[in-house]
């Protein structure tokens, strides 16, 4: 069974630019987690999906950061304009969440470099 | 959030056990115990979660103290594979949330 699944790998970018980072998560899992993830540090959560409604985004910066899951399945993560700050790399998490059991399946992730 | 304490590494030799200490003296009657690894270049992998009874799987063993205060996670012989950042983190079931706190974690280093 294939995993997470993100491109690009890597992205390297002038600040002010935009950004786009696609997620196809596990066949069947109805959750999709997007992450941040800055060096030495843990990945903290950005936006949470499930299905396609965005059920917790408190964490996404609403006013350069965008993000769709259309169909409730591929989901796609944009940064417009990019800044120096959002150099980190960038997680995709799938679940299946059904009787409590939660666990999430990760991504390789997309570094992104703005210079 | 309920936050964990997990040293900042430690290091262990080749087939050797290992025992990662978590410490979450705020933890909640309904917060389950996840631990988390990442290797290095990739995403985190689940490793193990519990409750209140201790756990084992076919990638380690999971022990939580009789208060739920603090937790180890048992690595029984260490691999090379192994080296990574191991994780704790508390999970809220009350409500249905999934969200998950990651802390800086705990980076393992495997000696041959």
């Known amino acids: 069974e294939a995993g997470v699944v993100q491109s690009p790998r890597y992205k390297i970018i002038e600040k002010k630019q935009p950004v786009a980072f696609w997620c196809n998560p596990i066949?069947?899992?109805?959750?999709l987690y997007w992450y941040l993830q800055n060096l030495g540090q843990g990945p903290e959560l950005l936006i949470r999906?499930?299905?396609?409604?965005?059920?917790?985004d408190s964490q996404l910066p609403k006013d350069r950061f965008s993000a769709e899951r259309l169909k409730g399945v591929d989901s796609t993560l944009k940064i417009q304009p990019a800044e120096l700050g959002d150099s980190a790399v960038y997680l995709c998490?799938?679940?299946?969440?059904?009787?409590?059991?939660?666990?999430?399946?990760f991504g390789p992730g997309t570094r992104l470099t703005v210079l | 959030d309920a936050k964990t304490t997990q040293p900042n590494s430690m290091e262990s030799n080749e087939e050797e056990p290992v025992h990662l200490p978590c410490n979450h003296s705020?933890?909640?009657?309904?917060?389950?115990i996840h631990w988390y690894r990442q290797l290095p270049s990739q995403g985190p992998e689940y490793v193990i979660h519990?409750?209140?009874s201790n756990v084992n799987n076919r990638m380690a063993s999971l022990a939580i103290a009789e208060d739920r205060k603090s937790s180890t996670l048992i690595l029984h012989r260490a691999t090379l594979r192994d080296a990574a950042v191991y994780y704790c983190?508390?999970?809220?079931?009350?409500?249905?949330?999934?969200?998950?706190?990651f802390g800086k974690g705990t980076k393992l280093t495997v000696n041959p």
């Open positions: 983190i508390l999970r809220d079931a009350q409500g249905g949330s999934e969200k998950l706190v």
């Open positions: 705020t933890i909640s009657g309904t917060d389950y």
């Open positions: 999906y499930e299905n396609e409604e965005a059920v917790d």
């Open positions: 998490a799938s679940s299946f969440i059904s009787g409590g059991r939660s666990e999430q399946f």
């Open positions: 066949s069947g899992h109805n959750t």
């Open positions: 519990g409750l209140t």
